[in-house]
């Protein structure tokens, strides 16, 4: 009989080897089976412990002044990365209201802060005439007056200026996107009317002037921003006409932007 003592060195790394695959293949078939019976906050817990995990890689030395580089990549989740560009946009959101006939005010439709002088762009709707003011609610809930400074001969878009005081002197903007959307491009709308209520989409078109997404017009207030998922603005949630909402549409960013420059 063969014992250890009658093995060469080849042989032991060899069945170290053997031992070691048929090892790892086994606890991987466990580990595989208790996840599989876990209770799902067990299996959610794990989950985020791996989206968060940082991985560091050190390549082959390589000498620079003396100095190894070492390079940190960070997996950020799906979750993470909605929940970032919600925080970041969320600032520069602001809800327009009016008075009716009582006094009391309502919600004309929600507005995007574009420029730190307090710009603001929003849905056309019915506006009629520039002198009209209406009264923002800005994120923080304190609220200034606004007043119309521009309206668009071509796309249902109208610029308002916020009126600046003591309190509120500069005003927080949204990142306007510097790049092209993509189909099936992950999309969130802003919307809400009294508080902020996110929907997430995806780009399911993009045309000349209007952006398709399959967001339901259920879900939809005018004015709502559309963002991307750094947080920067890629459309708005403007009317029809008729004042109806289509399912879904959104005002292109090269139209918002070609109606920023034109009220400055």
Avoid: C, W
């Avoid at 019976?37 to 959610?44: C, D, G, K, L, Y």
């Avoid at 985020?48 to 050190?58: A, D, F, G, P």
């Avoid at 007056?145 to 309190?167: E, G, H, P, W």
């Avoid at 009317?239 to 959104?250: H, K």
């Amino acid at each position: 009989m063969t014992t250890m003592e009658d093995l060469t060195k080849t042989q032991i790394i060899l069945l170290t080897l053997l031992v070691s695959f048929v090892t790892s293949i086994a606890t991987g078939i466990i580990t595989t089976s208790l996840l599989a019976e876990a209770p799902a906050s067990i299996t959610q817990t794990i989950n985020r412990v791996v989206e968060h995990t940082i991985e560091k890689v050190t390549p082959a030395p390589t000498v620079k002044g003396g100095v190894t580089t070492v390079k940190e990549v960070t997996v950020v989740s799906d979750e993470d990365a909605v929940t970032g560009s919600i925080a970041k946009a969320s600032p520069s959101v602001v809800r327009l209201q009016e008075a009716n006939t009582t006094g009391a005010a309502n919600l004309y439709a929600i507005g995007i802060i574009v420029s730190k002088s307090g710009l603001v762009v929003t849905d056309k709707r019915d506006i009629s005439t520039d002198l009209t003011f209406y009264t923002a609610t800005l994120a923080d809930g304190s609220t200034v007056r606004t007043r119309i400074i521009y309206k668009s001969d071509t796309d249902n878009l109208v610029v308002l200026a916020l009126q600046t005081d003591a309190t509120h002197k500069d005003f927080t903007p949204i990142g306007l996107s510097s790049g092209d959307l993509r189909l099936g491009q992950t999309v969130i709308s802003i919307g809400g009317k009294d508080k902020n209520a996110i929907y997430i989409g995806h780009v399911v078109s993009v045309g000349t002037g209007t952006v398709l997404t399959d967001i339901p017009s259920t879900a939809e207030t005018a004015g709502a921003p559309l963002i991307n998922l750094s947080g920067d603005l890629v459309g708005l949630k403007t009317s029809n006409d008729d004042l109806t909402l289509s399912a879904g549409s959104y005002t292109t960013l090269t139209a918002i932007k070609k109606i920023i420059s034109q009220a400055q």
